[in-house]
């Protein structure tokens, strides 16, 4: 009777040694998405709880059905809010005017997020479907801005979003951080 309770505790601990072993073998073979958002996680300075939501966030809707759109909403949304509080704070008695004016200049598409998503890299990442270029600003824009809906979920707090947005431009509009 001892030595099958031995045997089995000695079948048990191989089995566990291999499942450890193909675990640590499955770490080292990630994909290369896998290493691009981590590597975008470093440049970011942000650490996601939940990959899944960056790798949402870097699904075009071209490529899936489960892709960023809806996270490039907010994310527009988290951004619009963190530049009126940034301006907001700086100068209270700014004109709705110029207010608008700075909002409609760091949320184009063409000549800031576009920008601001190419820097880091974002076209090489996004995943969309062979016809789609994901290079083109839209896409990349898209991208960009899903990033802090993402982060704002991940966190649970939209002002992390916020701030990560901050670190990327240096703490001035229109003066993005070469990474």
Known sequence: MRSSTVRCFIIFTLLLLLLQGHATTHKLLSSPFS????????????????TDLLRRAMTHASFSEENNKAFAILGATVIETSVSFHLLSKDVDISPKELNHRLSQI?????????????????????????TN?????????????IFAAISIDSGMPDNAGNVFWNLHGGELGSAVAI
Do not use: M, W
Request: aromatic share 6%; glycine share 8%; proline share 4%.
């Open 107 to 131: 949320t184009n598409v063409d000549s800031s997020c576009a920008v601001d998503g190419t820097r880091l890299g974002l076209h090489k990442i996004v995943r969309v479907s062979p016809k």
């Open 134 to 146: 994901s290079s083109a600003p839209a896409v990349v824009c898209g991208a960009f801005r899903a």
């Open 35 to 50: 290493t691009a958002l981590e590597t975008l996680q470093k440049q970011l300075g942000y650490t996601f709880k939940s």
